[in-house]
């Protein structure tokens, strides 16, 4: 059987970027919808509300997804390492 640690660190990695991103797209969405009530001057509408509670919700989504991320290439990099250590 042939037990790599680079499948899971991949996958590590892959998570952290896309949480990254969702959080990098989300907080710009987040401004750009800030600026636009702003401009509205208090005439924030219960849709312009909502969108900004949905944008909330993404960018905790994407923190999650980059904390587990980081998670997994911790673990695989312990793996890695017992592994290492039992070999030698």
Known sequence: MNVTSS???YAGVQA????SRTVEKAGAALASQTAR??????GATTNSQADLASELVNLDVG??????G????????ET???LL????
């Open 7 to 9: 499948n899971s660190l």
């Open 16 to 19: 952290y970027q896309n949480g």
């Open 37 to 42: 009530n702003e401009q509205q001057a208090l």
């Open 63 to 68: 923190k999650y997804q980059a904390l587990a």
């Open 70 to 77: 980081t998670k997994v290439m911790q673990a695989s990099q």
């Open 80 to 82: 890695l390492g017992r």
């Open 85 to 88: 250590d039992t070999r030698a």
